[in-house]
């Protein structure tokens, strides 16, 4: 019932922004994301921080606050639109931070396009190629919609993300089809410090994504929302037709509690 009331509301971009309003205020309803609880299967000690890829306006932050209320939080986002959430939420929110860069495997320049509906700004469908948003854009919403929307353009700065200096606990990382260019930037990280990770996968670089992270020994897995489980990932069309977008990956050193086989 929930599925489908949740497809209803992100048919239109009105009750769209509503329900993702909703969520902001309502506490109950996070975390946003069910696939999120999976986290809470890891065992990541308090104290250990998440680095947050992919903040969008502080969403994130706030269902891993729900789920890890003992954990720091660094958020990093590309968008230049968010920081007015992101430092209110900073303001409220103990041991939570962030910065406005995007990430990437190298230095460089990207114009990010953001789509806006009647002033409403669609900001899960902001990306760095115009023509995918607006398609993005068509098949959310329908053409009729999508031709009343108008792109917002920035000019943001990419870095890898090794240059934080971080030592992160767990990775989350949800950039629009980027994750591999994400996670070579990140490389020095993953071997310094073996974080559990969260991505959010496209069916186009889930291939690359694994071979990369066999190389450091990661196993990928799985959420079953029904049985509140991390489960070993086994296939691609499982995994897709499942309808999950976001895989885990778990060091070989790392301690994985209620996993299910």
Not at 56 to 77: C, K, Q, Y
Not at 154 to 168: A, S
Not at 171 to 177: F, L, N, P, Q, R
């Amino acid at each position: 019932m929930l599925k489908k009331i949740s497809a209803l509301v992100q048919r239109h971009p009105v009750t769209w922004r509503g329900a993702w309003s909703l969520v902001h205020h309502l506490p109950f309803l996070l975390p946003h994301d069910a696939s999120y609880r999976g986290v809470k299967h890891l065992g990541l000690s308090a104290g250990g921080l998440v680095l947050d890829v992919g903040a969008n306006d502080g969403i994130s932050a706030l269902s891993f606050r729900r789920l890890l209320p003992d954990n720091p939080v660094l958020s990093v986002e590309i968008s230049p639109r968010h920081e007015p959430a992101l430092r209110r939420l900073k303001a409220r929110l103990k041991d939570f931070d962030y910065v406005l860069v995007g990430a990437g495997e190298v230095h460089h320049t990207l114009r990010l396009f953001t789509p806006a509906y009647k002033g409403i700004l669609l900001h899960t469908f902001a990306g760095g190629d115009s023509r995918t948003v607006r398609h993005a854009l068509v098949v959310a919403f329908g053409q009729a919609v999508a031709d009343q929307c108008t792109l917002l353009e920035d000019d943001t700065v990419i870095q890898p993300l090794d240059e934080l200096n971080v030592d992160p606990a767990f990775i989350k990382i949800d950039v629009e089809g980027m994750a591999n260019s994400v996670l070579r930037g990140l490389r020095k990280t993953l071997e310094r410090s073996n974080p559990a990770m969260m991505i959010e996968v496209e069916p186009n670089e889930i291939n690359e994504m694994l071979r990369f992270l066999r190389g450091f020994e990661y196993q990928a897995m799985a959420y079953d929302t029904e049985r509140d489980a991390l489960t070993i990932f086994r296939s691609i069309d499982e995994f897709f037709i499942s309808g999950n977008k976001n895989l885990y990956f778990v060091s070989n050193r790392s301690i994985v509690n209620n996993l299910s086989f």
